[in-house]
């Protein structure tokens, strides 16, 4: 298979969820127009990524869902197992867990830690929050090999070295702060703002002549 | 000002957030291989990126870390008031709730509505949470430019009419799922699960090194 670049990457859960929608609408095919039309990109756009991992569209017919959203899965190795362990139980790392729910997938949070000796023992759906001093065994125990940092930014750090040190071979951090990780562990800041902050750059230019935004 | 991509725009409040970080350590100056190794970009898509918004890059210093935030923020629109609705009082509202304690920026949530009668009149921070029946006329009365819905993907769609109907300009979707709003209003789907997913991508690739195993 020829190399994915990033960006094609971190569109394909952005793929998927809206094939998972039309999927749960019961719509079967579905067009490189009209996957644009969802995704703010072009067609031509769309016809490129997916050719990256084959081809599997059919001139006047587009793409069939089903079988799409079970190429992406294979192309994320969203059909197998993979744990997940998250420490900062606040209210970012309860929403993960709950969208823990919505993911038919196998990439599941199978691990919850706090330092707040208050919320060390409380549940979160079928999950206990467990004590920092657990998640070097807990890690190695349940095979977790993704980290999510969700707690205050002064903390992050601290944290990720824990996790490092535990393990795990990626991080993907929701704390407003760059961190600094050994170059053999992958790490991706999320940033659940962006959305927000992106947004006010178009409404603004309405008051101006033009606010089409450019391609490329 | 040269059209900005919407990948660029899309990019800008990461630039802003890794400055951000810079500025509370105290850096002045960061050339844009600094900026391309923290991105994961390579330095001529930061220095290209830059540039769309003019020159302030100096050969051999780098770029000025305050006056980088300055413009971006300007650019975003940063620096005007910008009043924020939200709708769907869970953890993950709560916590975007208390992101805006973060924000320096003039962008802030004003109002915060939820369906549960037993959530509304509790307090997140300095908001109380509002009935719904309240929205349209706290949307008019706050100035309330974009909502953001953190309700679950089965109400969403009735939350985003409800906002077209109070008159936003704009919608910030954490649902999963896809909406129809009319062609004036701007929609923005932030998938907080993004970089989650596509880190699998680059986990699995390891191991198709290194511990494949010989037989089919």
């Known amino acids: 298979m020829k190399k994915i670049s990033e960006a094609v990457v ?20 579905v067009s490189s127009q009209e996957l644009g039309n969802k995704l703010d990109l072009n067609p031509a756009q769309i016809r490129k990524d997916l050719a990256y991992f084959g081809e599997f569209g059919r001139k006047g017919i587009g793409y069939d869902v089903n079988y799409l959203i079970e190429k992406i899965r294979q192309i994320l190795k969203l059909d197998q197992p993979l744990s997940v362990g998250l420490v900062g139980a606040g209210n970012l790392g309860r929403a993960l867990c ?45 095979n977790i090999r993704i980290g999510i940092i969700t707690v205050p930014a002064g903390a992050a750090q601290n944290v990720a070295d824990r996790f490092v040190e535990a ?11 760059i961190l600094r990780v050994p170059d053999h562990i992958r790490i991706h800041y999320a940033d659940f703002t962006r ?22």
Chains 1, 2 share one sequence.
């Open 167 to 177: 393990g795990v071979s990626g991080i993907v951090n929701f704390a407003p702060a």
């Open 10 to 29: 971190r569109r394909l859960p952005v793929y998927l969820q809206i094939l998972n929608d039309l999927n749960k609408r019961e719509v079967q095919t």
């Open 195 to 216: 959305e927000l902050l992106s947004l006010a750059y178009y409404l603004e230019k309405e008051g101006d002549n033009d606010n089409e935004p450019a391609v490329d």
């Open 98 to 142: 709950n969208y823990n729910m919505y993911l038919k997938d196998n990439m599941k949070i199978m691990g919850v830690f706090d330092a707040n000796p208050s919320i060390v023992g409380t549940a979160i759906n079928s999950l206990t929050v467990l004590p920092m001093e657990d998640l070097v065994s807990k890690v190695a125990e349940l």
